[in-house]
């Protein structure tokens, strides 16, 4: 990763961030503070005069100011012209109906680096195949970018560290370049596959953890959600060729532990409510931000479906956001749903063999699926 060095990149580049949500707004921050010209894309017009006079956007970020160098704009087409890099941060999915608007407006060759943690649902897609799919670009030009970024802390300029990943190393290192500054740094990756599926995964977990927490059962519970869900997520992530490694890193583990945490994450705070009692039609209105992993429940489990991945915890929160498991009854399933007898761990294998024991899961399942005339997706 040394070659970073031989990276080129604009004096004061300027960067495009469509969104300005809390995740879009923190980002143009950071973006800032390592030394871009930022213009972020609000739909709203009042939203986008208040970043754009008062350096605030008092919704998402109370309290918090802007740099000067961050402008913004209603208009996107005025947002997009000139743009050296784009990064997008608006809920999943709404990304594809508004790529299909902006498409012929996006300036020829500049890298596009995904914020979101979701998938589409109906299709299964990552951020980065709708980003493909619809704009119809060469993946190198694609980055995602993630790790355990809450916003308020990160727009408080408390150090983080983050990763971004592109099938292209120097499109990797270039973007990881303009992400970073004295309190935010990025790491690179070039498997996109896992760095995204880890941002996905581990919002359902946080969900698990939300509920839990609602119900009232303390920290042995969520230790166990903790541990048994990034099996999940890895198993889940190897076999769709992601790398084990990437999720015990920032893009799995470390935003797992984030988003599990703290009561400023929305997906845990939606759990929290569904265990308090409330329904997932009652969660959905009290919500004034994104939980992604409400909507990424359906096409995960169907994805996990079609691998034969066994994701216990994450079908126990689509049980209770149906409403047909009672918050109460989920401890006892979280952990395995197999009453045939004791399960190996498999945990340590995993370690031990630095993640061959997802890898060869993924390997056996392929290979039982094959044996009983079944195709993965
Ligand atoms: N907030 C956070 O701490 C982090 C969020 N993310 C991800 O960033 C993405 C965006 O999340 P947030 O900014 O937090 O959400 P948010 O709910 O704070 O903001 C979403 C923004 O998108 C706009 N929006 C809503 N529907 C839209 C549509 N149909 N078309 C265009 N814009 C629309 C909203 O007006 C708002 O400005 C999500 O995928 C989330 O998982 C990732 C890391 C951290
Ligand atoms: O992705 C996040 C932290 O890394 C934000 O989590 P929430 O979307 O649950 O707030």
Same mark, same amino acid.
């Given at each position: 990763?040394? *070659?970073? +060095? ?5 004096? /004061? &580049? ?11 707004t923190t980002f143009s921050k950071v973006l800032a503070d390592g ?7 609000? *739909? ?29 704009? +209603?208009?996107?087409? $005025? ?9 997008? @941060?608006? &809920?999943? #999915? ?46 190198? $030009? ?12 990160? %727009?408080?300029? #408390? ?25 935010? $740094? ?17 919002? !359902?977990?946080?969900? %698990? ?14 230790? @166990?959600?903790?541990?048994r869900g990034l099996v999940e997520m890895t198993d889940f992530a ?27 994450? $929305? ?5 929290? !409510?569904?265990?308090?009692?409330? @329904? ?34 994450? *079908?126990?929160?689509? #049980?209770?956001?149906?409403?047909? !498991? ?5 401890? &006892? ?6 009453? +045939?007898?004791?399960?190996?761990? /498999? ?10 024991g997802a890898v060869r899961r993924a390997l056996q399942r392929a290979?039982?699926?094959? /044996? ?6």
């Open positions: 990763m040394s *070659r970073a +060095s031989k990276v080129v990149v604009p004096p /004061r &580049p300027r960067v495009t961030v469509l969104g300005a949500g809390s995740w879009g030394g871009a010209d930022v213009t972020v894309w609000a *739909r709203r017009p009042e939203l986008a005069k208040e970043i754009r006079e008062a350096k605030r956007n008092s919704d998402y970020l109370p309290g918090v100011n802007l740099p000067p160098t961050v402008t913004a704009t +209603s208009d996107v087409g $005025r947002a997009l012209a000139d743009a050296q890099f784009v990064f997008v @941060s608006i &809920p999943s #999915q709404s990304l594809r109906g508004n790529l299909v608007e902006l498409k012929t407006l996006i300036p020829e060759g500049v890298p596009i680096t995904s914020l979101m943690k979701g998938v589409e649902k109906g299709t299964g897609l990552r951020m980065s195949e709708v980003l493909e799919s619809v704009l119809e670009i060469d993946p190198d $030009r694609i980055a995602v970018a993630s790790g355990p970024n809450l916003a308020l802390e990160i %727009a408080k300029e #408390q150090p983080t560290a983050a990763v971004v990943s592109s099938a292209s190393l120097e499109t990797a290192e270039r973007v990881a370049m303009v992400a970073t500054n004295r309190y935010f $740094r990025s790491f690179v990756n070039t498997d996109v596959i896992g760095t995204e599926f880890g941002g996905v995964l581990k919002n !359902l977990i946080a969900v %698990a953890i939300g509920i839990v927490d609602g119900v009232g059962y303390g920290e042995n519970t969520k230790a @166990s959600i903790i541990t190897v076999a769709y060729g992601g790398h084990p490694e990437t999720l015990s890193g920032l893009a799995g583990l470390g935003d797992l532990i984030a988003t599990s945490g703290s009561s400023l994450s $929305r997906n845990n705070t939606a759990g929290r !409510l569904l265990g308090q009692g409330y @329904s997932f039609a009652d969660v959905v209105k009290s919500m004034q931000q994104t939980a992604e992993g409400l909507a990424s429940v359906a096409p995960v489990l169907t994805l996990a479906e079609a691998k034969g991945v066994d994701m216990p915890i994450c *079908r126990q929160v689509s #049980q209770v956001l149906a409403g047909t !498991l009672d918050p109460r009854d989920i401890a &006892p399933h979280l952990t395995t749903d197999d009453d +045939s007898g004791p399960q190996g761990e /498999r945990t340590l294998d995993a370690k031990q063999d630095h993640g061959g290979l039982d699926q094959l /044996r009983h005339g079944r195709r993965g997706a």
